[in-house]
């Protein structure tokens, strides 16, 4: 058996017709906006903006993110195709399973777990750390015990559990409770922005992009692969440190291919993918560059605030105020993060299940909620005992090199299923293949060696780990593997755009798609 055998994409949309794996149809264009914007914008618009600006950048922060958003979009391009073209849950598992083959779609899959599941625990973490001030700012603090840093983070073990009830009931509920979250976030940006322009001061914008100056080097397992290879001193603004920006912003973008992993649940995914995943990367970019040019003419960006730019922004005008506002946003903010990453957990491992890649009975899902019920119990209790118990902090770089691994595969897989299947009808096309998607995974592997050396340690250790899987368990039980199983799904092929609300429950269907 061939560890790179390679599922077609008319297997993979069959599989998706089978009773016993068939998720509801209900998601909308807007919907996935709403959930592309929802898990981008997180604490890093509070954050993130304020540490690049003052320690690599200075005003010029704001090309940084145009730049970041410029790599983001080729690949975003790449996921549009495939999202499109193989409307099926899994995001890059699913596109690489067709693509490179079943071994490097295990990687990317085991990849993405580790991303989502770490992803979701962090986000939590900061959650609770965010709730803990608001609190406080009104007046009723947390007990320091059950809250952030302490012996347990009841917080945020309690948000992972009432998250993963809502997931548990429906995707479309639980979208609905998002675009709620959402809509406050973006107010409460916005609002920001807003009152930010009165205290601008156009001086602080002057040098936009101040002379470049030595940096400070990280050294031994701290300093990135790339420094620890080649020996280049890192260097700070000027043109240089408009790139180091980037790089540092770009993992501010990071999310909008969870979306992705809503292919199947969507009414009609090759016109809606395209619109979800580049409308919210489209958003997230203004929202981003209208926020750094703000704070970097409210406070000279040598006095910003790299913990809390934001917030501090406010304080240093006097606009105490402004802080309560702020806290608030980002509960609200991680609040959508934490929901989008379990959801897209879920459809990660319910690809890998119905692969038989894990065990199958993971897979089943809920005969009324059309979810899949089990794999939201194991990921809901996985995340929350994860961010109530244990300091992931130093693990967070680990969800970036999972997420850019993941970009690199699917851009190369862009160019790889086009020369195997020129004859696969393509809703949306990447243009100027191969040279957009191949420019793509040059730039998301550029990022991943600016990742440090201990965090490509780690990598390489939860890659063996789960070769050690493969090999002894998911390479023998896989379905693609089995006697029969090509000739059982091709005739079960559907068009991508089967309308659910045609299917009678009481036959043992779904509910009417919304």
Not at 142 to 149: E, F, N, R, T
Not at 248 to 262: E, M, N, Q, S
Request: charged share 15%; net charge neutral; with cysteine.
């Amino acid at each position: 058996m061939s560890v790179l055998r390679t599922k077609s994409v008319e297997q993979a949309i069959a599989d998706t017709d089978e009773p016993e794996f068939r998720l509801k149809k209900s998601l909308s264009a807007l919907d996935l906006i709403v959930f592309g914007v929802g898990v981008v914008i997180g604490a890093g618009i509070f954050t993130l903006t304020g540490r690049a600006a003052h320690d690599v950048a200075g005003p010029a922060i704001v090309i940084s993110f145009v730049v970041a958003a410029i790599a983001c979009a080729l690949a975003a391009l790449c996921y549009a195709e495939f999202a499109s073209t193989v409307p099926v849950a899994g995001s890059a598992y699913t596109f690489s399973y067709s693509s490179l083959g079943e071994l490097f779609a295990w990687i990317i899959g085991w990849d993405l777990i580790l991303e989502m599941f770490l992803g979701a625990s962090v986000v939590a973490q900061g959650w609770s750390a965010y709730l803990g001030t608001l609190m406080a700012q009104l007046g009723f603090p947390i007990p320091a015990v059950i809250g952030y840093g302490g012996v347990v983070d009841v917080m945020a073990i309690l948000l992972v559990l009432v998250l993963g009830v809502l997931m548990t009931f429906g995707i479309k509920e639980s979208l609905r409770v998002n675009l709620v979250l959402v809509a406050i976030k973006i107010f409460i940006v916005l609002f920001v922005i807003i009152a930010g322009l009165l205290f601008v001061n156009p001086a602080n914008w002057s040098p936009f992009i101040p002379p470049a100056e030595p940096r400070e080097a990280a050294s031994g397992l701290t300093q990135p692969l790339l420094q620890f290879l080649s020996g280049i001193e890192p260097t700070a603004f000027g043109v240089g440190g408009i790139f180091a920006g980037a790089a540092l912003v770009f993992f501010a973008y990071i999310g909008f291919d969870v979306v992705a992993t809503t292919a199947e649940e969507t009414k009609n995914p090759q016109r809606d993918m395209p619109i979800g995943i580049l409308g919210s990367l489209a958003i997230c970019t203004v929202l981003y560059c209208a926020v750094a040019l703000v704070v970097t003419g409210m406070v000279p960006y040598q006095e910003l605030d790299p913990a809390a730019a934001l917030a501090n922004a406010f304080v240093f005008h006097g606009a105490d105020w402004m802080a309560i506002l702020i806290s608030a946003g980002a509960v609200a903010g991680l609040t959508t993060v934490v929901l989008t990453l379990l959801i897209g957990a879920t459809r990660i491992i319910f690809a890998m299940s119905r692969d038989a890649l894990l065990p199958p009975g993971l897979a089943k899902v809920h005969p009324r909620f059309r979810t899949p019920w089990l794999i939201s119990l194991i990921v809901t209790v996985i995340v929350a005992l994860v961010a109530g118990l244990t300091r992931v902090g130093v693990l967070e770089e680990m969800v970036n090199i999972g997420t850019l691994s993941a970009f690199v595969l699917v851009s190369v897989g862009v160019i790889v299923l086009r020369r195997k299947r020129p004859d696969l009808k393509r809703s949306f096309r990447v243009p100027f293949s191969p040279w957009v998607p191949g420019l793509s995974a040059l730039i998301c592997l550029y990022l991943m060696l600016n990742l440090t050396v201990e965090t490509w340690l780690r990598f390489v250790i939860w890659l063996a780990i789960g070769f050690v899987i493969y090999f002894a368990y998911s390479r023998r039980h896989s379905r693609l593997g089995q006697p029969g199983y090509e000739d059982f799904a091709l005739p079960h092929v559907v068009s991508h755009t089967r309308d659910d609300s045609d299917d009678d429950p009481r036959r043992g269907g779904v509910e009417p798609a919304e």
